[in-house]
DNA sequence: ACCTGAACACCGTTCAAGT
DNA sequence: ACCTGAACACCGTTCAAGT
């Protein structure tokens, strides 16, 4: 049983849909093998070794992010807006900010979204510093929370048996409070919640 | 040469090093037995396996963040106190993080700033909801904006000739932002920043 | 230009055998 | 109770040999 010969480009499309499947630790040089049907071997011609295999998936992931058009009517809304779109970006695309930050990518992949908050911070009213500071303030918020909500996501069984240690100081009186932080944060919301105070505390800053 | 009799606390104490030192990735069973001057599944008999090793590493890591006490004159001052010492134990602890996450530990590692930003909410006359909203608010930023700043710590050359790309837009006529946006953020400052108005903002909201 | 299998140096883990 | 080496199934990568 032959097959048509390999190519460099269906080698990556191969690859990305294993990482998407099941991350990037999945992938091994020898499953790629099998699942192009190829021998080992002849992966590393098409595409040199597996770091540079995933160098060059990461890559076109990070080509691949949208443009982002922001909406709302005040600044502070659209703001928002454009946190949340990427947000979604991130999301869609499970397994590529570790890897992105991994290969000293993370200004590239930020690239997107920064021109549209540019373009709102600087139709807010900021400029220079106070206006970068914004910028990065956001985008850090952003990438920050994606983060944790994924580890979340991924983690087994979460908090052991901690209400017990709910039952301390001022919680005690609280007993809304107490079962507030027992369960589980709805990120989505917890999020949106977020970025509005983060945005509106930038906002109203001295400048 | 023999050596004295290997225990579970030694094996834990020496990989505890080694990952400090080098990250959990390179605590490798073998190098491990090498340091300790042992056969690699002499090791196995103390720790189980490798993956039980790490849970006690992380276990034990945990156990050993300290309490932390808030300090300043207005409410938010004190939960931004909270937050820049929660940062402070996190980076301590470089590998930590993720090592918690992916173990399922997260709230466990929420717990001692937990009870501090609690306290400090409730101080400022938050209750209920709101009250958790602005403590899960907090520590998801100081979690997220440290995993951000690892990442790009670890990073390699960062930003590939993106000043280029700089030039579009609103930047153009702002040269103060496109200057400070290409400059690479001072994460201390941003951090301190992005905490602040976090809690500003949470507190002006709406209850 | 492209593909191959053999071989190397590394992993984590199991197991029967030692004391 | 504790330690050992041999062995297994996996890695990524190199290289000489094929077409």
């Known amino acids: 049983m032959t097959r048509t010969s390999l190519s460099r480009e269906e080698v990556l499309e191969t690859a990305g849909a294993l990482v998407r499947q099941h991350g990037p630790a999945a992938l091994t ?9 190829t021998a080992v071997t002849s992966i590393y011609w098409h595409v040199g070794n597996r770091e540079s295999l995933l160098d060059a998936l990461v890559e076109r992931t990070v080509r691949e992010l949208g443009e982002i058009r922001p909406h709302g009517r005040t600044p502070a809304a659209r703001i928002v807006s454009v946190a949340t779109a990427l947000r979604r970006e991130l999301r869609e695309r499970p397994h590529l900010i570790a890897m992105v930050h991994e290969r000293g990518l993370t200004e590239r992949m930020f690239l997107p979204a920064q021109q549209a908050l540019v373009h709102e911070v600087h139709r807010a009213g900021l400029r220079g510093a106070a206006a970068a500071r ?52 709805d990120p989505e919301r917890l999020f949106a919640a977020s970025v509005r105070a983060l945005v509106d505390g930038l906002l109203a800053q001295p400048r």
Chains 1, 2 share one sequence.
């Open 29 to 37: 040089m020898r499953k790629l093998a099998a699942e192009l049907g």
């Open 134 to 185: 914004v910028v990065r303030a956001v985008q850090f918020q952003v990438v920050g929370h994606v983060l944790v909500e994924r580890y979340r996501e991924r983690a087994p069984a979460q908090h052991p048996g901690e209400d017990e240690l709910w039952h301390t100081a001022p919680a005690e009186h609280d007993p809304a409070l107490a079962r507030a932080l027992a369960r589980p944060p």
